[in-house]
């Protein structure tokens, strides 16, 4: 294994030099959006100042380098989940985008009245929302799966929600707002066994452990750049084998069509068919770059690295009288989310800020998660890779100070 070296690591962001307030900088909200290797930095840099041009349809040598360029991202990332095609890689702006483009280009053309759409409530709002507006539209009925006391999803539930009319399973890997692993690969095994289609939201999976999307055998996987390492604006779609072919397209326009009369449009194979217009060429090639930089790591590393982080701050925190812990799953990921006593989440975050410590406070999009646990908002500090036992120490001396500043008790 390969030897993983948190002093180089650190040295590989250069945001992270930087002083918050007149403190070190000690950046707790990657679970929001992380920060960017230099190598990535350098990478845009370099696209954007002697490589761009547009994609696809060039007989410059700057295009087709460009186009070599985005479709070796798509490669990268194809290899990255484990697909079994780059042509399984739809590049999409973002998560969000991606759960939309499923909900268009699949949902709509094979749901019908009655059919059935499970999510989970550990849910971020954009699993959430197209799915409602889709059940609006075609009269398909959501169903939830609950979660206990400890943020874990009711599994014996999930299997009796599971049923003929169910038509897709629609679940986080890991919970955004609470930290929750999610066992995906016993839940899509399921929803196969009554045919239905999945697809999971791998947004907070993807940047800290790794992820095989055909061991998983499911039929979507989704997430975003911006969380891994990238830069924003890019994102992804894996399309399973399955599914492509049951999938009408999304947005209309260039680059998506293979030929267009005013009497008819023939449509592009996926992935172009997908991606209609000029796609995020620099968003793509960053992705790529991040890509490479996380694999360099090593991604069993990281997952190791942040779960040693992860149990210390458990640790720590559970030192301090009046903190509550929200989501103590058994298997969890990257996020710890609180309540100091009864002091607003959003005062903590304020005050921790002046101390240098960069928190989340929220709902964290997960507003039926917050409905579960009776809090209006909860703060949330959430690891990556450049994270350390010192980041974790000056998060607990600082919600000390808070308590201290702040508490009626
Ligand atoms: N799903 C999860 C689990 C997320 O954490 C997020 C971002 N907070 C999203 C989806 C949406 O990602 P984006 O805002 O990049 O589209």
Known sequence: TKAFDIHQIRQDFPILQQQACGKPLVYLDSAASSQTP???IDRLHRYQSSEHSNVHRSVHSLGSNATLAFEGARKKVAEFINAGSEKEIVFTRGATDSVNLVMHSFGRRNLRSGD????????????????????????????????????????????????????L???????????????????????????????????????????????????YYLFSGHKMCGPTGIGV??????????????????????????????YNVPPQKFEAGTPPIAGAIGLGAAVDYLQSVGMREIQQYEGELLDYALERIAEIDGVRVIGTARHK??????????IHPHDVGSLLNGYGVAIR???????????????????????????????????IDGVRNVKRILSSQ
């Open 38 to 40: 230099r190598v990535v």
């Open 116 to 167: 059935e759409i499970i999510v989970t409530g550990l849910e971020h709002h954009s699993n959430i929302v197209p799915w409602q507006m889709l059940c609006e539209e075609v009269g398909a009925v959501l169903r939830v799966v609950p979660i206990d006391a400890r943020g874990e999803l009711d599994l014996a539930a999930y299997h009796r929600l599971l049923g003929p009319r169910t038509r």
């Open 169 to 219: 399973v629609a679940m986080t890997q890991v919970s955004n707002s609470i930290g929750t692993v999610n066992p995906v690969q016993d839940m899509v095994a399921s929803a196969r066994k009554v045919g239905a289609v999945t697809l999971i939201d791998g947004a907070q999976a993807v940047p800290h452990m790794p992820v095989d999307v055909r061991a998983l055998e499911c039929d």
């Open 237 to 266: 779609l894996y399309t399973g084998p399955n599914v492509q072919e049951r999938m009408g397209p999304y947005l209309g326009g260039g680059d998506m069509i293979l030929r267009v009369t005013f009497e008819k449009t023939v």
């Open 333 to 342: 990921a990257s996020v710890l989310s609180f309540m100091v006593d009864d």
């Open 361 to 395: 406070a929220g709902h964290h999009c997960a507003q039926p998660v917050m409905d579960h646990f009776d809090v209006p908002a909860t703060a949330r500090a959430s690891f990556a890779l450049y994270n350390t036992l010192d980041d974790v120490d000056a998060l």
